[in-house]
């Protein structure tokens, strides 16, 4: 029987992405827009006319180092689950899911998961937890850049990095007793609608615990770390092409990290990254308003816009990645997954 139109992953995929990016260019240009017009649409003009191009190569590199080491991290994190792919072909599913985080909650970075399992036919419940322990690892390493000068720069918001710490350790301390976590797993399997999944759950809850083992875990934040840096060290690099050389790589390395930590509830960051960068720059590194918007926008392009753009070449490949030279007829096949080591 013929497929639905309005059952093919693809086009319902493709869709929803058209509708994402559509939203997220209209929220971002009323918000460089409303920047201009606040701090001078002139002004910021002005800014970008003498921008000294050149380093925006530069920056540009920077980003693509981010994207390397990450992917360094989610094939890593793979191969820790036992899950057998190669690399090219998971180098593009990591690239299409850049276009995913301008999707409402970041929902739609389950692509990445979900292209790997249909790929090599392992149950989500296998690679689901290697987003989940990518995506931490991420946010933990921006903890980390920030917490290095909040003392210095922010004092009075230092309570926000804490709590996040705070919850992340008493979380991976429970991940790490293997009888409280199945207890609580059980229990929550007793529940009605939990109940239908429960089976999954210790599935999940196992992988969670190969991929944020010790040894993974301090390799993963590492990495993260690094690559997170090298977007800071490309902000930086924006006041130096603007003519700002009161911006400090301490100043820009908190500033875009605390930012980026401020934003992650929001699709991309959106709004409220953006307007941290624009508040953090005028108050803590003494920069003109114009100068403040025009970093932001510059920064944002290439640590967001041009992540977007190569996602979305990348999800051209959708149908090849999603069956990988598999019959159509067997990609839904259920297969037996190694488990992760314990």
């Given at each position: 029987m013929e497929q639905p139109e309005g059952d093919d992953p693809q086009q319902d995929l493709l869709r929803r992405f058209r509708k994402w990016v559509v939203w997220a260019i209209v929220a971002g240009v009323l918000l460089y827009v409303g920047g201009s017009v606040w701090a001078g649409a002139d002004a910021v003009g002005?800014?970008?006319?003498t921008f000294a191009w050149s380093l925006y190569v530069v920056v540009l590199l920077l980003t693509l180092v981010n994207y390397g080491l990450r992917f360094v991290k989610w094939h890593y994190l793979l191969r820790v689950l036992h899950v057998d792919i190669g690399w090219r072909a998971n180098a593009t599913i990591f690239v299409a899911g850049l276009s995913m985080v301008i999707s409402p909650g970041k929902a739609g970075e389950l692509l990445k998961p979900y292209l790997v399992s249909k790929r090599t036919r392992t149950p989500m419940a296998t690679t689901l937890p290697a987003l989940i322990a990518e995506r931490l690892t991420d946010g933990i390493a921006m903890v980390i850049l920030a917490a290095f000068s909040i003392g210095t720069y922010a004092a009075d918001q230092a309570w926000i990095l804490w709590t996040l710490a705070g919850t992340v350790a008493a979380g991976l301390l429970i991940l790490a007793h293997q009888g409280l976590s199945l207890?609580?797993?059980?229990?929550?399997?007793?529940?009605?609608?939990?109940?239908?999944?429960?089976?999954?759950?210790e599935e999940l809850y196992r992988a969670m615990r190969a991929c944020l083992a010790p040894v993974p875990f301090v390799a993963t934040t590492l990495l993260s770390v690094v690559a997170w840096g090298a977007e800071c060290v490309g902000y930086l690099l924006c006041f130096r092409g603007?003519?700002?050389?009161a911006p400090t790589l301490e100043a820009s390395t908190f500033l875009y990290a605390f930012a980026t930590v401020a934003g992650g509830a929001m699709p991309g960051g959106l709004g409220v990254a953006d307007g941290a960068l624009v508040g953090g720059a005028t108050t803590i590194m003494g920069v003109s308003e114009p100068v403040a918007v025009a970093a932001a926008l510059l920064v944002r392009v290439a640590t967001l816009w041009f992540g977007v753009l190569l996602g979305a070449l990348a999800l051209l490949r959708f149908e090849d990645l999603l069956t990988g030279g598999v019959p159509k007829d067997r990609v839904d096949a259920p297969v037996e997954a190694r488990p992760p080591s314990p």
């Open positions: 002005e800014q970008l006319k207890a609580i797993l059980g229990g929550l399997a007793r529940l009605p609608l939990v109940g239908r999944v429960g089976h999954k759950l603007l003519g700002a050389l």
